[in-house]
């Protein structure tokens, strides 16, 4: 048996909080971050929910004691360097050249929110448009920002599967530990809202008007979010090594193409079915040893049916307690796995399942009902967390508790 | 895949594992496709970009599709089904691209919609295409591959990572065929941005002289390098990879030199054993200097190649440096087009030495098989 994988460390910034303490006090209280559009300007704000960060760019780089405000940081990399900070702060790591630590990124649209500022001077006039706000595009700038801030040098690469990203940046972390390439990793995602992911889900006609409603018979889509959430992940025996405390072990992972559509999910489900078996067989649980499933739960007509589906074909008719958070941080892309990840180990140290806000009536081919309220004192050992993608990228997560 | 029997412990290469590069497929500047002649016939240009070469799509791609594809991804699958078909391996036991910027064709294509028509009467095509893991979800499509599938987009370790993960993925279970690959594409606008960014040269240039002018910025480039990776060698094997090593932001060339020379121990590798060096020399006299000072440093015995007069800068050209790298091992010639030396060693072992703008620096050694 090899030298487990475990969680030493938590860092989060969501629609509900700038850190744990405050998605605690969201969960407790059933508050969403679900509201009005205030920091894009788009057509859309009257009329498409969003889970926003509540800080401006400017109020991030204070949080962030960066003193040089000409910097042109794009919101993904502020997000990402928060969460990511925190992660380590929460590690108890003061310097990271004392063991070899590395960082694994993932988001989905980079830096999209300047490149369409940019763009819109830029389409027109060539040879006009602020250049700094281009260089930032790409998926890799965030990462070198956060990897600079925290002064990583070891191993630095991103990651972008649409929605299921950071869940794989969780598995290539895990994979560099086991292969004794990195002794910790700081992983994981961070998006932005942007006009172009506001208008693209937009025209898949799969944002509810209203706050979602996962699993829900009347669900009508998702609403978009935005945030990071980093995890430190480090072989067990540099975490005994250095006394730190193990906060959860992450004990199966796995990444299986549903191969059926580009954009939705297949009807029996059969990506989601052969990531979630798969992370089962390499954690070596029964599916009846899991005790609460975070599932993907975007609310759009097409996932939850089809993740159901799969639910029902790995657990028959005993499906664990399940929600999603999506209804209280929104789909934060390519971030969500991350934060999902973040969410469950605070599942695992608080002994809590989330509510799934505003479900009232089971989906009728599924009968499958989330939990409602908060259970405190849960008796969780065992989470599983769903996180599914386009392009049929399908990802499973198992934390353990410690 | 089955993870839970595969996780062995703790190191990259198994001892006795070794990889084969065991298919090709390529969309590329030089040739359509990629064949044994590959490199007989040199293309050049006077233009500051080199592109991509296409071959009939119709060939490798269900022609229904291709209409609606973007031309990365058209690129990209085309690539990945001609290594396929190379390698002989009908479904891969795991998928890995990447890409440096991605779509970037349809990601303009839906931003100008929503710029031009003010966020109005948009539709979905060009933003689902955008996605960056669009071409690793259509080679999976069409495949009906339901394997492991990752994208990895982190300029020019986004090749590199895929690598890297490959070589992880082999030595967790041996038996098993890995399609990794990079592509990046060239748009009008893209190029424009280049210019601004100054990466392109301000000067008339020809591709085959690019090495000569002593200036900065490049030429920019394109293309689909895709490979099947393997444990066993068989008839379609063109090389043996060692390994590859990415180094983030060195400080310095002492730092570079005791990165690679580390580099090279672990791989039980002298660098008098090197008889071939490829640089990622792309002409732009800022950073070129970084492979000279290596070179000069540690590397002197070798032959001095290099490739990107060939393909162009791009995020993923080290790809194109693989494909050339196991084309040189299984041909066992090395064209004259990419020296620039007359040592003419006997090529069994390459080093393939890239990096991007000094930040992104990458090593890999391939061998004959």
């Known amino acids: 048996m090899t030298d487990r994988v475990v969680v030493t460390g938590i860092g989060i910034i969501s629609a509900i909080g700038k850190n744990t303490d405050e998605s605690l006090q969201h969960f407790r209280s059933a508050t969403s971050g679900i509201g009005a559009i205030t920091q894009i300007d788009t057509i859309h704000k009257t009329n498409l929910p969003v889970a926003e960060v509540k800080y401006s760019n400017r109020e991030l780089l204070n949080l962030l004691n960066i003193a040089n405000k000409k910097c042109n940081y794009t919101r993904t990399s502020l997000l990402g360097m928060f969460a990511a900070k925190q992660a380590l702060e929460s590690a108890g790591i003061h310097s990271v050249k004392k063991k070899k630590t590395g960082l694994v990124s993932a988001n989905s649209v980079g830096g999209m929110d300047k490149s369409e500022v940019f763009y819109a001077t830029f389409l027109g006039h060539p040879k006009k448009g602020k250049i700094s706000n281009i260089v930032g595009h790409d998926c890799g700038d965030s990462t070198e920002h956060i990897a600079d801030y925290l002064g990583i040098k070891e191993q630095v690469t991103t990651l972008s599967t649409a929605c299921s990203s950071s869940a794989n940046a969780i598995m290539l972390g895990s994979r560099l530990i086991q292969h004794g390439l990195l002794d910790r990793v700081i992983v994981v995602g961070c998006d932005s809202l942007t006009k172009f992911t506001i208008n693209g889900f937009n025209t898949l006609l799969i944002f509810d008007k209203e706050a979602c409603r996962p699993f829900d018979a009347t669900r009508n889509g998702l609403n978009l979010g935005e945030g990071a959430g980093y995890i430190v992940l480090e072989s067990e025996k540099s975490a005994v090594e250095s006394g730190k405390k193990i906060r959860g072990i992450l004990s199966g992972f796995a990444n299986a193409n549903d191969a059926y559509h580009q954009t939705a999910s297949s009807p029996d489900g059969n990506g989601a079915y052969l990531a979630m078996s798969q992370a089962l067989s390499m954690s070596n649980l029964q599916p009846n040893q899991i005790d609460y499933i975070n599932v993907h739960g975007t609310a759009t007509q097409n996932n939850d049916l089809s993740e159901g589906i799969a639910m029902k074909r790995i657990f028959g008719e005993t499906v664990p307690r399940f929600s999603s958070t999506k209804s209280f941080t929104g789909h934060t892309l390519g971030a969500a796995g991350g934060i999902e990840a973040v969410f469950s180990i605070m599942a695992l140290e608080q002994q809590l399942i989330y509510p799934n806000l505003r479900f009232k009536t089971p989906i009728p081919e599924l009968q499958l009902i989330p939990e409602t309220k908060l259970i405190e004192g849960a008796g969780i050992k065992h989470i599983l967390s769903n996180s599914f993608g386009f392009g049929g990228n399908n990802s499973t997560l198992i934390f353990s508790a410690a | ?369």
Do not use: W
């Not at chain 2, 990365?72 to 891969?92: F, H, R, T, W």
């Not at chain 2, 082999?170 to 748009?187: I, P």
């Open chain 2, 1 to 369: 895949m089955v993870l839970a029997e595969i996780i062995q412990p703790s190191f990259l290469v198994q001892p006795n594992m070794k990889v084969y590069i065991n298919g090709i497929g390529s969309v590329n500047a030089q040739q359509a496709g990629y064949t044994d002649n590959f490199l007989t016939e040199i293309q050049q240009t006077e233009q500051h970009s080199i592109r991509s070469i296409e071959p009939d799509y119709k060939a490798f791609i269900n022609p229904t599709l291709i209409r609606r594809m973007g031309r990365i991804i058209k690129m990209g699958v085309a690539s990945a089904k001609m290594c396929l078909n190379d390698a002989g391996v009908e479904q891969p036991d795991a998928i890995l691209t990447g890409t440096g910027l991605g779509c970037i064709e349809d990601t303009e294509k839906f931003l100008g919609a929503i710029i031009q028509n003010n966020e109005q009467f948009l539709t979905p095509t060009s933003f689902i295409q955008s996605t960056h893991n669009t071409v690793g979800g259509q080679i999976a499509l069409m495949l009906g591959c339901n394997n492991y599938n990752f994208t990895y987009v982190h300029r020019a370790f986004s090749f590199e990572s895929c690598v890297q993960d490959a070589m992880m993925l082999l030595a967790e279970k041996a038996e098993q065929n890995v399609l990794l690959g990079g592509v990046d594409e060239l748009t009008v606008n893209s190029l424009k941005l280049i210019e601004r960014l100054g990466q392109l040269k301000n000067h008339p240039i020809t591709s085959l002289n690019l090495l000569n002018y002593k200036t900065r910025g490049s030429i920019a480039g394109e293309g689909a390098n895709f490979f099947v990776f393997s444990t066993k060698h068989t008839e379609s094997s063109y090389a043996q990879l060692l390994g590859c090593k990415m180094l983030y932001k060195p400080e310095n060339t002492e730092e570079i030199t005791e990165s690679l020379q580390q580099f090279l121990q672990q791989n039980k590798v002298q660098a008098s054993d090197i008889d071939l060096v490829l640089y990622g020399y792309n002409g732009d006299v800022k950073y070129d200097r970084l492979y000279t000072e290596v070179k000069d440093k540690l590397l002197s015995k070798s032959s001095v190649a290099y490739f990107k007069h060939l393909c162009g800068e791009y995020h993923t050209s080290n790809s194109f440096a693989y494909l050339l790298a196991a084309h040189i091992l299984k041909t066992k010639s090395v064209s004259p087009s990419i020296l620039l030396d007359d040592k003419k060693r006997l090529v069994k072992t390459i080093l393939i030495y890239n990096h991007y703008r000094g930040i992104n620096h990458t090593f890999s050694l391939l061998k004959a098989c």
